[in-house]
Every structure is written in structure tokens, then in C-alpha cells.
């Protein structure tokens, strides 16, 4: 998506450690309007789909959840990061280990919004070793509900999550795959 | 706001302890539909105050942020709940007393997303005990920007919070004002 491209190019921020920085737009202040472009975008990827839910993980995916929710004109179902050892009630749940964090955490989607007639999106922000992928994909599975696919705003293309999935069949779409970035210089390069 | 009264009377759920339970259509599953209206509500409310940024609270704030925002034609800007003590960079932070979790968090916004050229819409899903409103109002103070006044979707009128700010001269709109609120029978009256 050339908009994005473009954008990451322009604000984006290269740091040491692999680490990009889209703070400015994406996910600490929010530009809507390029969020609206996304949604819109996933909606021609997974047209086909017959999507009627978008699922993603709280926090910084959910501005993207809403908007390609809004595209669909389907509900979108956040999976909350549990605070306590104690799950209450009845979830679906699965462990994610955040690389970010250095720990891991479960993550949590209530039965009453995930089941079998759904066929589901899931959609985030960034998609680097795709743990929190992973894991959002296991709820699905064990909802039993379809998964359609998932579309990532940015994946970072030399970190293995995005390749290791397509290569089992899911049908990934990432807007913006990064293939390399040099935080002297502050170039990114993009995969054709 | 009609619309989100008769929703909660239709959807919600009421708990022992105070509890509402929006989580099928406001913060776990969320319907855009619905967002998208109460963007416009705080729209209308605020249309005077020429907004410049909608702040929220990850993480279930940022849906109602991002369909206010896009009423509104501005950015949205989210406080972060810090997960370290070691806070990094130049932010903004307040301490906000966590009732639901039990314990004290840091809430922080980067200086490079407020400042004193911005005129801030805060919003939020839940106005309660007023804790977070009044860390993110803190953020904004010391950010130097003008507070033009906060939107909350649900106010629980029978707690604190709200009066408190309406006493010290906040702008303060509330969408749906529960005044009581029955766990036997499920009936919820709503403040006229």
C-alpha cells in the first residue's frame, strides 16, 4: 500500500535493535484518516471472504480493528491481555510470549463473541516473530470458528512470523513488509 | 443519547457489585455502527470548541477515540499505561489509582504528540470513580494544552466522578447517566 509506504517513509523512525517507530501515526497518536485507508484496503484484500467479525488484540490494533470493521460493516471482538492467574468466566485462551516484555501472558476472548458461524479477520498493527499472531489464531481454531486471514499493517519482512505463516496457508496480507532498515542512516527498504 | 440508552437497557448486564456488563457491544465486542454515532454525539456537543485532539486511555477508549476523531477531523492521541517504573523519553505521566485491578499505574503521553498549540477532547467508555479521567486531565494541564472538555459513553451517576468534575468546572458530557441500577431484576434507571 503505497500511502503507507510513503508515510513510514516519511515519519517513521528507525532505532537501533530492528526497532521502527510509527508513534507519530499509527500507534500512540492516531491518524485516522490513514487508518480509514487501511480498513478500506483490507476490505478489497478480503473482499471475497464473507468476513463477520475482525478480530485483533488490545491495545494498539484496535483503532485498525475499527476501521476495517467499519469497511466490512461487521463487528470487531478485542482479545484482552488477562492481568490475573485467575480467568474468570468462560474464554477461550491462549499464551503469548512478548518478545517487547520479555514475558509471557495469556490472552483472552470471551465464548459469547467467537463461535463456529463466525468467519474471522484478524488484523494488527505490527507483525515481527508473530507470536501474538500465533496466538490469536489458536482462538479462532478453537472457537471453531473460519479464519479468513490476517492483514498487518507493517511487517517487519527479515524477522521469520510473516514467512513461517504463509507457509502454513494462511492467507497473510501485510501493507508494508520491510525488508531491511539502517538506523545510521534512517533508510527504509521495502519488499516488491 | 437514546440510541446507547436503549442499547445498555437491551444489552447490558447487570452484576453484583456495581457492575455493568457493555462487553457485547462497547468494550470487548464493539459495534462500529454504534461508535460511529457516538462520535458524532460528542461532535455536536463540542462543535464550538475547535478540537484540536482527542486523548483517551488504552485500551477499550480507543475505539469510541478513533470514530470521535473522525467526526471531529483530528488525530487521536492515547495515554499508555507504563509497564516498567523505568518510564523512557520525554513524557507526560500521571499516577492513576486502578479500583477494578487493585493497585497504582503510571499513565504516560509522549511531549511530542501535546502541547500547548492543542485543544483536547478527552474521552473515555466508563466514567466511575474518576481516577483515570483525572490522571488524563493531569497529562493534559501539564502539557500545557487547553482541556476543552471530556465525553464519557457511561456515566455510573451513583459514583462520585462525574459530579466531582462537573463541580470543578469541567465540561463534562455523559451519554448515558445510570443512576441505579438493580442486579435482581436487571432494570436500570438512567439520571434525566
Known amino acids: 500500500m503505497q500511502l503507507l509506504k510513503d508515510r513510514i517513509r516519511k515519519d517513521g523512525k528507525v532505532k537501533d535493535g530492528n526497532i521502527l ?18 480498513g478500506k484496503e483490507f476490505k478489497r484484500l478480503f473482499e471475497a471472504d464473507h468476513v463477520t467479525k475482525i478480530l485483533t488484540i488490545e491495545a494498539s490494533g484496535i ?11 461487521v463487528p470487531v471482538v ?18 503469548v510470549m512478548s518478545y517487547t516484555h520479555g514475558r509471557e501472558y495469556d490472552v483472552i476472548v470471551s465464548k459469547d463473541f467467537l463461535g463456529p458461524e463466525d468467519r474471522v479477520l484478524i488484523v494488527d498493527d505490527f ?23 490476517c492483514g498487518i499493517a507493517i511487517e517487519k519482512g527479515f524477522q521469520p512470523g510473516g514467512d513461517e505463516l504463509r507457509k502454513k496457508g494462511v492467507h497473510l496480507e501485510s501493507l508494508a513488509i520491510v525488508e531491511s532498515m539502517n538506523p545510521a542512516t534512517g533508510e527504509i527498504l521495502f519488499r516488491e
Open 63 to 73: 483503532g485498525i480493528a475499527v476501521e476495517t470493521a467499519r469497511a466490512f460493516g
Open 127 to 149: 507483525l515481527a516473530n508473530g507470536a501474538a499472531l500465533e496466538g490469536l489464531i489458536k482462538l479462532v481454531k478453537d472457537s471453531g470458528a473460519v479464519l479468513c486471514g
Open 21 to 38: 517507530k510509527v508513534d507519530s501515526f499509527l500507534n500512540h497518536q492516531i491518524d485516522v484518516q490513514l487508518l480509514e485507508e487501511i
Open 78 to 95: 478485542f482479545a484482552k491481555k488477562a492481568k490475573t492467574k485467575n480467568i474468570a468466566g468462560d474464554v477461550y485462551t491462549s499464551k
